[in-house]
């Protein structure tokens, strides 16, 4: 299972960033891919989340409106944009994979699911947002 995150940087507050997560092809099209982030000190916690095969998407509220995340079946990429960034966005953001917990999963708790329920991980992008 191969998932590489990519788009990480520091940004000044308010900009934008787009991240990338390139999945294998089987993964891409049968599991559900979510984005989770972990600043210092802090538990990972989840993000946004698709699956592909219907084009689902669950967002926490949180970050929505500012962030959206997106897929393109012709690259097996998933993308997290992130708009009117803040500091307080300033994490590593992983990208992850798991066969059933995906938006459903995310809309009947009302959240994303913990990273713990989540099998495959990618190494992980850092944003930095500074002030």
């Known amino acids: 299972v191969q998932l590489v995150e990519s788009g990480g940087a520091l940004v000044q507050a308010g900009g934008s960033l787009r991240l990338s997560c390139v999945a294998s092809r089987f993964i891409f099209d049968n599991y559900a891919i979510g984005w989770f982030r972990q600043a210092p000190g802090k538990e990972r916690e989840g993000v946004s989340c698709i699956r592909n095969s219907d084009g689902s998407t669950y967002t926490i509220d949180s970050v929505k409106g500012r962030f959206t995340i997106s897929s393109d079946s012709a690259k097996n990429t998933v993308y997290l944009q992130m708009n009117s960034l803040k500091p307080e966005d300033t994490a590593v953001y992983y990208c992850?994979?798991?066969?059933?917990?995906?938006?459903?999963?995310?809309?009947?708790?009302?959240?994303?699911?913990?990273?713990?329920?989540?099998?495959?991980w990618g190494q992980g992008t850092q944003v930095t947002v500074s002030s």
């Open positions: 992850a994979a798991d066969k059933d917990r995906g938006p459903a999963t995310a809309q009947a708790l009302g959240t994303m699911p913990p990273a713990t329920w989540y099998d495959y």
